[in-house]
Each structure stands twice: as structure tokens, then as C-alpha cells.
């Protein structure tokens, strides 16, 4: 369920041709730890500080990508 306020801030809905990526989102409040999902498999979790994470050595194609903010 999408939390309010919470979103992926860049790259989101864009196009963007490189073997590394940086994701941004804002923060969220109740945030315990952010999961980073790359084209369905956990590519890191990262503590509640975190508001950025370096996606990288994509290989070439289309990837889906996404934050979770997980709360207790």
C-alpha cells in the first residue's frame, strides 16, 4: 500500500541510458528501513538515513526499480 507522502523522487517514470542509476526518494517519518527492488530482487536495504541509492552495472535493457519503506 503506497504511503502518503512517500515517493520515489527521481528517476520516476523517466528514460535513461547508462549501466548505473541513482535513485532518490524522500524521506519517510515512521521509516524503520528502505528496501531497493531491482526488476523484482532486493538490491540492498538501507537504514531510515538513507535517502539515495546507486544502482549500478545494469546491464543493457529495461529495468523496473523501486523503494519500500518498511515501518515496525
Same mark, same amino acid.
Given at each position: 500500500?503506497? =504511503?502518503?507522502?512517500?515517493? &520515489? %523522487? $527521481?528517476?520516476?517514470? #523517466?528514460?535513461?541510458?547508462? /549501466? $548505473? =542509476? &541513482? &535513485?532518490?526518494?524522500? /524521506?519517510? #517519518?515512521?521509516?524503520?528501513? *528502505? ?14 538515513s538513507a535517502t539515495? *541509492?546507486? %544502482? /549500478?552495472?545494469?546491464?543493457?535493457? #529495461?529495468?523496473?526499480?523501486?523503494? &519500500?519503506a518498511i515501518d515496525?
Amino acid at each position: 500500500m503506497p =504511503v502518503r507522502g512517500f515517493t &520515489l %523522487a $527521481s528517476p520516476n517514470g #523517466s528514460c535513461q541510458e547508462d /549501466s $548505473s =542509476v &541513482l &535513485l532518490r526518494w524522500n /524521506s519517510w #517519518s515512521a521509516a524503520r528501513h *528502505y528496501r531497493v527492488e531491482v526488476d523484482g530482487r532486493v538490491a540492498a536495504t538501507l537504514d531510515a538515513s538513507a535517502t539515495t *541509492y546507486q %544502482a /549500478s552495472q545494469l546491464a543493457q535493457g #529495461s529495468h523496473r526499480w523501486q523503494v &519500500l519503506a518498511i515501518d515496525a
